[in-house]
């Protein structure tokens, strides 16, 4: 395996998500419901060392920038904790405390938290409906383990599904394939339960549309359409524990690397677990992490520390050619196939590689000219690297796909920070707004999948 120095983050810092570690025979207890508003501090933190400076400290810095402005979610304390680090906070708005509600509604497929968010189980669920509704059509993928699986502490498979008109080979774990691939993923960073929803409505799209509207069914006559619905279980389940109100966790379950309990009186904003999207090769260690294992950002005790990272990396080498040179500067080859989309929130942003500095990709122009297509599609989203827009950062998935494939990879920040169905948590009803712009995004993005650097 070829390792590159290069990598991205992005897609949110963490918050108030308190989780008890215990022993690997059971699985942690509920984390405890947040006592006390959480606010939204505005720190003056410019692109540069400045906002790198932030993030390595493990603040919870949120996916918004306004000018020199970064915004950083915390507790009473983070205040003088800023103060302490050499920033300057003043509170830009308050989150009351979540109100006490019942855990989750319904059973099976229907089962619902929060208004109308699917639980993991009925995602599996879902899966499992449509690969025996549409045979033809979709194919469901165990492609490993989440970390409480391993531990026998419950956890849960790691599942996506393949979705096409199957022919001979299709869907195959081979990159020596027919048809181009688009492959979705969701929920890599839990709390952003707006991604989850978006994966469910175009798995519903493609098999309920097949036959019946013409782009649907010619999409999936030429094209696979691979979707990871949840891509961090054990943090789902997490956040899924508080019903009504939702923990805001960040990270997988992984408490084996620090203190079990990391939340405290000084930062009780703080989380177990691993930042699963700072975890990748790819400049693992740069920017935008931190070594702290209670950190919003926390990057893990090596590159590929995580189980559920090595799952995705061992299915996407399955599903896509390696089309790079080993240099940083090498392009890929352009006709390099497929397209891969990870959704986070929440900002109204389409990013593109390089993530881990502002220096342009080998692939920029292309990169580039296919991100303002996207944001145009969404209603004039703002597009660019996230060095450009938010800050750099090392380790995650943007840059791991396009720097060790080659295949062209998009952030997409759903959602935005003002106005109603603001934030990580809004209110189901929002999902409507936010399947409008994400659903042409998508189909323009398995469109593009079969000649993405060609025009």
């Known amino acids: ?69 970064l915004f950083v979610l915390g507790s009473k304390q983070v205040h003088t904790q800023l103060a302490e680090a050499g920033f300057t906070g003043t509170v830009e708005s308050v989150m009351a405390p979540p109100a006490s509600g019942l855990k989750t509604q319904g059973s099976g497929i229907r089962e619902t938290y929060y208004g109308g968010y699917r639980t993991i189980k009925a995602h599996y669920a879902h899966l499992d409906q449509v690969a025996f509704r549409y045979p033809r059509l979709a194919t469901v993928v165990d492609y490993g383990d989440s970390w409480r699986k391993t531990q026998g502490a419950g956890g849960y498979d790691l599942k996506a599904v393949c979705i096409t008109r199957r022919t001979p080979g299709d869907c195959r774990q081979t990159p020596d394939v027919r048809k181009p691939r688009l492959f979705v993923s969701a929920q890599i960073h839990a709390r952003e339960i707006t991604t989850g929803d978006m994966a469910w409505r175009w798995i519903d799209h493609l098999t309920q549309g097949y036959g019946k509207d013409a782009e649907v069914t010619s999409l999936l006559d030429t094209t696979e359409v691979w979707v990871v619905p949840i891509a961090n279980p054990d943090g789902v389940q997490i956040v899924q524990s508080g019903g009504d109100s939702p923990k805001l966790q960040r990270k997988n379950a992984n408490y084996t690397n620090g203190p079990r309990e990391c939340p405290t009186t000084q930062d009780p904003n703080a989380q177990i677990g691993i930042d699963v999207n700072r975890n990748f090769t790819v400049e693992w260690g740069d920017n935008g992490t931190s070594s702290d294992p209670c950190s919003q950002v926390y990057r893990g005790p090596k590159a590929d520390s995580e189980i559920e990272t090595r799952a995705m990396e061992k299915l996407f080498r399955s599903l896509f050619r390696d089309t790079r040179g080993p240099g940083v500067n090498d392009p890929a080859d352009p006709k390099t196939r497929g397209m891969v989309i990870t959704m986070h929130s929440a900002l109204n942003v389409v990013l593109l590689p390089w993530g881990y500095t502002t220096t342009p990709s080998p692939n920029d122009g292309p990169l ?88």
């Not at 918050?15 to 984390?31: D, Q, R």
């Not at 989203?381 to 080659?406: K, M, N, R, V």
Request: hydrophobic share 40%.
């Open 1 to 69: 395996m070829k390792q590159r120095r290069l990598s991205l983050a992005l897609a949110g810092a963490a918050s108030a998500a308190f989780l008890v570690g215990t022993s690997v025979a059971a699985p942690p207890p509920p984390a405890p419901v947040q006592d006390g508003p959480t606010y939204v501090y505005r720190v003056p933190a410019p692109l540069g060392q400045k906002s790198s400076d932030l993030l390595a400290r493990g603040f919870d810095v949120l996916e918004q920038r306004d000018g020199d402005d």
């Open 368 to 455: 580039r000219a296919m991100a303002k297509d996207m944001a145009q599609l969404a209603g004039g989203w703002e597009y660019g690297q996230p060095g450009e827009l938010l800050y750099t950062a090392g380790g995650s998935i943007d840059d791991w796909i396009y720097g060790e494939l080659g295949v062209p990879h998009y952030t997409w920040e759903i959602g935005n920070w003002q106005g109603d169905c603001a934030g990580f948590l809004p209110a189901y009803s929002c999902q409507d707004g936010h399947w409008a712009k994400v659903k042409p995004m998508l189909t323009y993005s398995a469109r593009k999948a079969a000649n993405p650097y060609g025009g």
